[in-house]
């Protein structure tokens, strides 16, 4: 199993421009969610996924948009990117979402600046 | 609101010399408490699931053990391997009635183990 893949792992955007962050998983995992990182800050929420077709905001969603079509699939696109939204970005999955089996799995992150 | 505070921010040990990492929570309807670790560029490696108060998990040198309050890391005999950025996370229901769960994660206790 690959697990968590994310691409690209770097992206330089200028204010303004749009663009889609990839996150596929191959663990048949119904949850999947969206977190940014920034320092001092922690991992933060922006979007999650509880399985194909349903999508729901986190703590921090203005700016970005999320889809899911698959189950393996979870874009998170940037809609008019804003030197606020330079960060770490993180693609996550588990099995179920408060049950059992409910600890996520990370991929290894995409390094977004915005100038 | 949900609050996930580790302890201390820093910690520098000689190889060998035992210690442990804090976290303390204030959540309500805890599902679970996670404990991750974050190499510097990669995404958090997710190390233990505890769910009730009493609980412990060990895995090599570390030990995971869970209060109604907080959670500890214990690391017996530390190698220079185990330097990384420890995260502590709690898994709480998000929406009432409904499915939807919340991961809450503290700032992080960047661990260095000098040879």
């Known amino acids: 199993n690959a697990g968590v893949t994310q691409t690209p792992k770097f992206q330089v955007l200028k204010t303004g421009q749009s663009m889609t962050l990839q996150c596929a998983q191959d663990m048949n995992h119904e949850y999947m969610s969206w977190y940014r990182q920034d320092p001092g800050m922690g991992l933060r929420l922006i ?6 077709g349903i999508t729901d905001q986190g703590e921090v969603p203005n700016g970005y948009n999320v889809s899911r079509s698959t189950t393996e699939d979870f874009p998170l696109r940037l809609l008019s990117a804003a030197p606020s939204q330079t960060s770490v970005y993180f693609c996550a999955s588990s099995r179920t979402s408060g049950g059992l089996y409910n600890e996520q799995f990370f991929g290894p992150g995409t390094r977004l600046t915005v100038l | ?34 404990w991750y670790r974050q190499d510097p560029g990669k995404g958090p490696e997710f190390l233990f699931t505890l769910y009730s108060a009493g609980e412990e998990k060990e895995k090599e040198r ?19 391997e185990d ?22 994660f503290g700032k992080g206790t960047l661990l260095t183990v000098n040879p």
């Not at chain 2, 995971?64 to 220079?80: D, G, N, Q, V």
Request: charged residues 20%; positive net charge.
């Open chain 2, 1 to 34: 609101e949900d609050q996930v505070t580790q302890s201390p921010e820093a910690l520098r040990l000689q190889e060998g010399e035992s210690s442990s990492l804090n976290c303390s929570y204030t959540v309500s309807g805890l599902r679970g408490l996670f």
């Open chain 2, 83 to 104: 330097s990384a950025t420890y995260l502590c996370a709690v898994l709480r229901r998000w929406n009432s009635g409904g499915s939807n769960y919340k991961l809450t």
């Open chain 2, 62 to 80: 570390l030990k995971a053990t869970l209060t109604k309050k907080e959670s500890f890391l214990h690391i017996t005999a530390p190698k220079p």
């Open chain 1, 47 to 52: 979007h999650y996924s509880v399985g194909a």
